[in-house]
C-alpha cells in the first residue's frame, strides 16, 4: 500500500534523527524515490502536510500530542515524541 506524504517525511526524519528543512526532507523524499509527487508546486504540498500534522493553529488536522511532527524554532521540522 502507498504511503501518504507525511508517513514518507516522518520515515526521513526518523532516520536522519535530527531537524530538517522542507527543502531537505523533499531532496532526500526525491533522491531515494520514496514518492512520486504529481503536483505542480511539490514542496508547498509537502509544506503544508508537515504543518497539518504538527498540529499548528489554524489548520485541520492532529494536534498537540496526537502530531506527528513538532516545527522547531529555526522553522525546522522533527518527529514529535510525544
Known amino acids: ?4 506524504i507525511h508517513q514518507v517525511a516522518a520515515q526521513v526524519l526518523s532516520e536522519s534523527k535530527r531537524g530538517m528543512t522542507v527543502d531537505e526532507i523533499y531532496d532526500t523524499i526525491i533522491a531515494k524515490g520514496l514518492y512520486e509527487f504529481k503536483a505542480k508546486s511539490p ?3 509537502l509544506r503544508s502536510q508537515l504543518r497539518r500534522h504538527a498540529g499548528e493553529a489554524g489548520i485541520k488536522g492532529t494536534t498537540g ?9 529555526d522553522g525546522r521540522f522533527e518527529l514529535n515524541d510525544k
Open 1 to 4: 500500500m502507498k504511503q501518504a
Open 43 to 45: 514542496k508547498s504540498v
Open 65 to 73: 500530542t496526537t502530531a506527528t511532527f513538532r516545527i522547531m524554532t
